[in-house]
T-cell receptor, first 114, second 112 residues
Framework: DTEVTQTPKHLVMGMTNKKSLKCEQH?????MYWYKQKAKKPPELMFV???????INESVPSRFSPECPNSSLLNLHLHALQPEDSALYLC?????????????FGNGTRLTVT | QKEVEQNSGPLSVPEGAIASLNCTYS??????FFWYRQYSGKSPELIMS????GDKEDGRFTAQLNKASQYVSLLIRDSQPSDSATYLC????????????FGSGTQLTVLP
């Protein structure tokens, strides 16, 4: 069982909708990540939070807005998405960020934009 | 651009055989190396971490690291059909950000 929990598991939204993806970890990790993964491709880094501060934004369009309310929670707010944004969105955590510890992934949210 | 290259496969092996998965990386300062297994439609699952040269064994899995050759591999002994998945090599970059770079993955099929 994963210790990084993502909700919802599946999400279908129209291009004018606003929705949020949620992620929670209970491992005491201080770094949390959002990745996007298209079919048959490796995960692509979107954002990194380290000690609740945004440390990396990989030039992600502003229609994706991350939020880290505390060290255990990570949200990704979605607005005015395009069909090409349909993908598996993965949350991950690691001990500190900027160290050599591995990432632990949640089960992902399968997003479809219609 | 830091790169991680994997033999793209697909790789098919018979049940009970040894599956060998290979990965090379371009960042000579990389210090941590990981293998993730990803079943179709699921999220990546960490199966091995390796930080120093040599072999590291965990059950049927052995990771091998050669920093001089910038090469890391994963051997799966006594392969089972349940090992059929995509295996992602991931390498942490040098520098303060320590970002994780993934290879494109190798799809492994174990034939019963």
């Amino acid at each position: 069982d994963t210790e990084v929990t993502q909700t919802p598991k599946h999400l279908v939204m129209g291009m004018t909708n606003k929705k949020s993806l949620k992620c929670e970890q209970h491992m005491g990790h201080r770094a949390m990540y959002w990745y996007k993964q298209k079919a048959k491709k490796p995960p692509e880094l979107m954002f990194v939070y380290s000690y609740e501060k945004l440390s990396i934004n990989e030039s992600v369009p502003s229609r994706f807005s991350p939020e880290c309310p505390n060290s255990s929670l990570l949200n990704l707010h979605l607005h005015a998405l395009q069909p090409e944004d349909s993908a598996l969105y993965l949350c991950a955590s690691s001990q500190q960020g900027g160290d050599n510890s591995p990432l632990h992934f949640g089960n992902g949210t399968r997003l479809t934009v219609t | 651009q830091k790169e991680v290259e994997q033999n793209s496969g697909p790789l098919s092996v018979p049940e009970g055989a040894i599956a060998s998965l290979n990965c090379t990386y371009s960042d000579r300062g990389s210090q941590s190396f990981f293998w993730y297994r990803q079943y179709s439609g699921k999220s990546p699952e960490l199966i091995m971490s390796i930080y120093s040269n040599g072999d590291k064994e965990d059950g049927r899995f052995t990771a091998q690291l050669n920093k001089a050759s910038q090469y890391v591999s994963l051997l799966i002994r006594d392969s089972q059909p349940s090992d059929s998945a995509t295996y992602l090599c991931a390498v942490t970059s040098s520098g303060s950000a320590r970002q994780l770079t993934f290879g494109s993955g190798t799809q492994l099929t174990v034939l019963p």
